[in-house]
């Protein structure tokens, strides 16, 4: 079974720049999280999708960051303007259904971004 | 309030001796708890979760954990380390909101060292 993709796998950029992730998750996997982790610390929510909508993002800086899941299959997250701050590891992860508390997440390989 | 603690930042320990990696806990509601692994320059990996069913959980690699409510602990083991061990481990901890849906928590990590 193909696990979840990520690219670009690193991304370096200058403040006030954008960028975008993209991510492709297991298949059949209706629930899609975008995390932020930055150095020394553990993963954070940004975002999470149930198919296509939006189930949480009341961790996501929305004047700079958006996501969004067409079709309920890939996501892509961007940033506009970037600042120092938003450099991180950018982890998207998937489960079969989001709406258990036993659901397990999987995740992919990240995105590397150093902001300049 | 929901909050994950991992007690120790880093840990260091020799081949073949065992491994203690500990983790409290708070949460309103029965949660689900899991132990990630992480390394360097690769996905988060799931060890094992508990569900409420058995309190000994045991995951991949040799490694289990031991769910304690009345401590609120779920400490992860492993009776004899390998080098391959060498890792960054996160403690989960998911549980249902109040307003519905489901909320995840990382801890802040434990970095496990081990020597030869």
């Known amino acids: 079974e193909a696990g979840v993709a990520q690219s670009p796998r690193y991304k370096i950029i200058e403040k006030r720049q954008s960028v975008a992730f993209w991510c492709n998750p297991i298949?059949?996997?209706?629930?899609l999280y975008w995390y932020q982790q930055i150095l020394g610390q553990g993963p954070k929510l940004l975002i999470q999708?149930?198919?296509?909508?939006?189930?949480?993002d009341s961790q996501l800086p929305k004047d700079r960051f958006s996501a969004e899941r067409l079709k309920g299959v890939d996501s892509t997250l961007k940033i506009q303007p970037a600042k120092l701050e938003d450099s991180a590891v950018y982890l998207c992860?998937?489960?079969?259904?989001?709406?258990?508390?036993?659901?397990?997440?999987?995740f992919g390989p990240g995105t590397r971004l150093t902001v300049l | 309030a929901q909050s994950v603690t991992q007690l120790d930042s880093h840990v260091s320990v020799s081949e073949g001796t065992p491994v203690l990696l500990r983790c409290n806990y708070s949460?309103?509601?029965?949660?689900?708890l899991f132990w990630y692994v992480q390394h360097p320059n690769k996905g988060l990996q799931l060890l094992l979760k508990y569900t409420s069913a058995a309190t000994l959980v045991k995951g991949i690699n040799g490694f289990e954990a031991e769910f304690k409510k009345s401590e609120t602990s779920f400490h992860l083991t492993k009776p004899s380390a390998h080098m391959s061990d060498a890792a960054e481990y996160f403690c989960v901890v998911r549980e249902r909101r109040v307003t519905g849906g489901f909320k995840t928590i990382f801890g802040a990590g434990t970095r496990l060292f081990v020597k030869a």
């Open positions: 298949s059949g996997h209706a629930t």
């Open positions: 999708f149930q198919n296509n909508g939006v189930v949480d």
């Open positions: 992860a998937s489960s079969l259904d989001g709406g258990l508390t036993t659901d397990t997440q999987y």
């Open positions: 949460s309103s509601y029965s949660p689900s």
